[in-house]
């Protein structure tokens, strides 16, 4: 008796222990629908509650016949919107999920997500622009602009013309330049509406967002969706166009507990679940296939190896304003007596591994964009993952962080494409965030665009057919320059000849003082005497022509003498430079033609230059053929643009013109090549990484020659700002796809 009592009394204590098993998991199901916490990165040090963030749960998402509807015709391929009087022009909802890294979604915890990848188009990843902060990435995904071009350098900066500060909460909208999506759709006509967007609550250029809310710590995720959705229901005349949605996390919780924390899981489910709401009330009111959708992030999170690069342990920084961060920046007092050449050289070679500090002058990459902006500072202090930049040696509070190189595989974003506009399960490569706002324009039909650093036309291969039109880029026929016999300078030599055996130059150029010579595969600037671009073939086994620095071959026709050569040769020695050429592959002692050489400083052309031809060298061996382009560039004002030819002329050595950079573009085929050896017999196999190596003497290079040149490789487009040049626009050899593609890409890794 007394055990059958026991019984009992244990089989009532597991009904009660289920019961309220049951009561916690309700409990914490409604706080997952009804988070109220998001700390908006206009609010600084704002974070939920501990109650709210360290909390693990994993409610079941997607189980109501409601839901069950929408997953069920989210791959509809004929979607059609049925709702009367809708606009033909479908609108735009765009949603940043603040610090959401692109391999959260192999964490499994946001089926919504990714059954909008699966049903939409997606990349593996999207680039951040530099650094990777939140406010600079926020405002280029709605202004295509670097940050240093719309001003937005940092989350928190110094401007020493208005000689104030800015943070986050900072209300004065002096500070956000360009123009954002809310007002270029303004300005076409249409209406738009923001929710929590950096820069929405701000007069920018005199106008707000047609609805947009200042923002409040305590809305609740869940009304943010509610009121995405009652503004998609008004009055046609009334809809917005263009919406935008913010949500802190998991940015708030990768900080706080690192981006391999449970809390981080939790905020995945956070999300996914808002998202899984959006879409239960849109396919509620029928709004399911009326719009598309852009899920974006602003970058990634790395968790912090607690690491301090102290910088007054470099410097005296009583005379400075530093900014911390994974990207540290300092800023030289107006009455400091140190300079930028002094704090640069007391970071030389020290501690190589761990970070590297630029100038924000030559020696900065030209990949960064991270120049041409007051704000930015003297001296970029550039750190490792998991690194930390800070004036002092106190400890960073945090356990995860961002703003590292967006290159760096955990600073990687999100981009999820979703609507009657986006092609079905449509994979595309990585692409970086300056190239969303011509995305969103082209899918509002915009014809009123503002200037930007995004490429037209660059992401519509995601779009279905009927949702853009192409317009086809430049593809004007370069003028061939006069040949005549050849001179000798200093020797004469039997095969000085350029064979013409590299194939026909493929590029544009806007400048009508630039012509082709056509033997030597060279595009030569009459006016300033210097070689634009020139292509030679590399060939696996091949040995490059020796220097012969007091070799020069003439056109009898050109202005130069062998008398004002060898003037000019006697003027850059002095400077310690000399004349090098750009071809080293070419053979026939073609090199020694003067319109293949250019000035460049003797401990350039023998370091970072050799080591390109060397790299060059091994990449062709590896892959059996390479075409190689090779020219000069200029950009003397650091401004990431070509420098105008009366600042060459101002800046040129007895008439010679020196380059600040040298620019490198290796094309291979994976397929096989063309007939003239110029273009890949299939477009959809050639891959392209290029350099822009500044041309600078340097006393010591800290690191090995690829991690250097790693550091300087650049895009296609990077070149073509610097050089005035456009390549691969033949639409005889490169459709437009793959021109677009060959220019935009960004190198994850050398070859």
């Known amino acids: 008796m007394k055990k059958n009592h026991l019984v009992i009394v244990a089989f009532l204590c597991l009904i009660v222990a289920i019961v309220a098993l049951s009561v916690v998991v309700v409990i914490l199901a409604t706080k997952l629908s009804k988070n109220d916490n998001g700390s908006n990165p206009s609010q600084p040090n704002t974070t939920p509650t501990s109650q709210q963030s360290s909390t693990s749960f994993a409610p079941t998402i997607g189980t109501t016949s409601t839901t069950?509807?929408?997953?069920?015709?989210?791959?509809?391929?004929?979607p059609t919107c049925s709702v009367p009087n809708w606009p033909t022009t479908l609108p735009v909802l765009m949603i940043s999920l603040d610090g959401f890294r692109a391999d959260y979604l192999q964490h499994d915890y946001t089926p919504s997500i990714q059954r909008l990848i699966d049903c939409g188009s997606h990349s593996p990843f999207m680039y951040s622009s530099y650094?990777?902060?939140?406010?600079?990435?926020h405002y280029s995904l709605v202004t295509?602009?670097?940050?240093?071009?719309?001003?937005?350098?940092?989350?928190?900066?110094?401007?020493?013309?208005?000689?104030?500060?800015?943070?986050?909460?900072t209300p004065d909208a002096k500070w956000w330049g360009g123009e954002p999506l809310w007002i270029t759709a303004e300005r076409n006509g249409l209406k738009s509406a923001v929710y929590f967007w950096p820069g929405s609550d701000k007069n920018i250029s005199g106008s707000y967002p047609t609805y947009y809310k200042n923002y409040n710590q305590s809305v609740p995720f869940s009304e943010r969706v509610d009121q995405i959705v009652q503004w998609l229901l008004l009055p046609s005349e009334q809809k917005p166009a263009y919406l935008g949605l913010y949500f802190d996390q998991p940015d708030t919780n990768g900080h706080r507990f690192g981006p391999d924390s449970i809390q981080v899981n939790d905020a995945l489910l956070q999300?996914?679940?808002?998202?899984?709401?959006?879409?239960?009330?849109?396919?509620?009111?029928?709004?399911?296939?009326?719009?598309?959708?852009?899920?974006?992030?602003?970058?990634g999170m790395q968790t912090l190896n607690h690491q301090i690069i102290a910088l007054n342990q470099y410097f005296d920084t009583n005379q400075t304003q530093t900014f911390e961060g994974p990207v540290g920046r300092v800023m030289i007092n107006s009455?400091?007596?140190?300079?930028?050449?002094?704090?640069?050289?007391?970071?030389?070679?020290?501690n190589s591994s761990v970070?590297?500090?630029?100038?924000?002058?030559?020696?900065?990459?030209?990949?960064?964009?991270?120049?041409?902006?007051?704000r930015i500072g003297q001296v970029i202090v550039d750190s490792s993952a998991g690194y930390y930049v800070k004036g002092d040696a106190t400890p960073s509070k945090e356990i995860g962080e961002h703003g590292y190189d967006f290159r760096f595989a955990n600073m990687h974003a999100l981009f999820v494409g979703y609507g009657p506009n986006f092609k079905h399960g449509y994979l595309a490569e990585q692409f970086q965030n300056i190239e969303i706002f011509e995305l969103v324009s082209d899918l509002l039909a915009l014809s009123n665009r503002p200037p930007n650093n995004g490429t037209a036309g660059s992401l519509r291969h995601m779009l279905v057919k009927g949702s853009y039109t192409d317009v086809q880029p430049p593809n004007t026929a370069q003028a061939s320059c006069p040949t005549d016999a050849v001179i000798f300078c200093g020797a004469t030599v039997s095969n000085a000849a350029c064979s013409g055996q590299n194939g026909k130059l493929q590029l544009n150029s806007y400048a009508t003082s630039r012509c082709v010579y056509e033997q030597c595969n060279a595009l030569y600037d009459t006016d300033l005497a210097y070689p634009a671009a020139v292509q030679s073939i590399a060939v696996a086994g091949a040995s490059f022509q020796p220097f012969r620095p007091n070799v020069t071959f003439l056109f009898s026709n050109q202005s130069a003498t062998c008398q004002s050569v060898a003037d000019q040769m006697n003027a850059l020695h002095q400077k310690n430079m000399s004349l090098y050429s750009l071809a080293p592959f070419n053979a026939d002692n073609a090199q020694n033609f003067l319109l293949q050489k250019v000035a460049m400083y003797d401990s350039f052309a023998n370091a970072q230059w050799q080591w390109a031809i060397n790299k060059t060298a091994s990449y062709a061996n590896h892959f059996n053929q390479l075409m190689v382009i090779t020219g000069a560039a200029f950009d003397a004002d650091n401004d990431g643009l070509a420098d105008s030819r009366d600042m060459i002329r101002n800046q040129s050595i007895d008439g010679v013109a020196v380059p600040t950079h040298i620019y490198l573009i290796l094309l291979r085929c994976d397929s096989g090549w063309s007939m003239d050896n110029t273009s890949c017999a299939n477009a959809s196999d050639a891959h392209v990484i290029s350099f822009l190596i500044p041309n600078i003497p340097v006393p010591s290079i800290c690191e090995g020659p690829d991690d250097y040149l790693y550091q300087y490789t650049a895009r296609v487009k990077d070149v073509e700002q610097l050089t005035g040049l456009q390549f691969f626009t033949d639409v005889a050899k490169w459709d437009i796809r793959n021109s677009l593609r060959l220019r935009i890409q960004i190198n994850q890794n050398l070859w």
């Open 271 to 299: 999300v996914d679940s808002m998202i899984n709401l959006l879409l239960q009330q849109l396919n509620n009111n029928q709004l399911m296939h009326c719009l598309n959708i852009i899920i974006v992030s602003d970058h």
């Open 144 to 169: 295509g602009l670097h940050p240093e071009s719309h001003g937005i350098v940092d989350n928190y900066m110094y401007d020493p013309v208005y000689n104030e500060s800015f943070n986050m909460g």
């Open 68 to 78: 069950e509807n929408w997953q069920q015709d989210a791959c509809n391929e004929n």
């Open 131 to 137: 650094p990777s902060k939140t406010f600079p990435n």
């Open 355 to 374: 970070f590297r500090s630029y100038t924000s002058g030559l020696d900065s990459p030209r990949r960064i964009h991270y120049t041409r902006n007051r």
């Open 335 to 350: 009455n400091a007596g140190i300079n930028q050449s002094t704090i640069h050289e007391a970071f030389r070679c020290k």
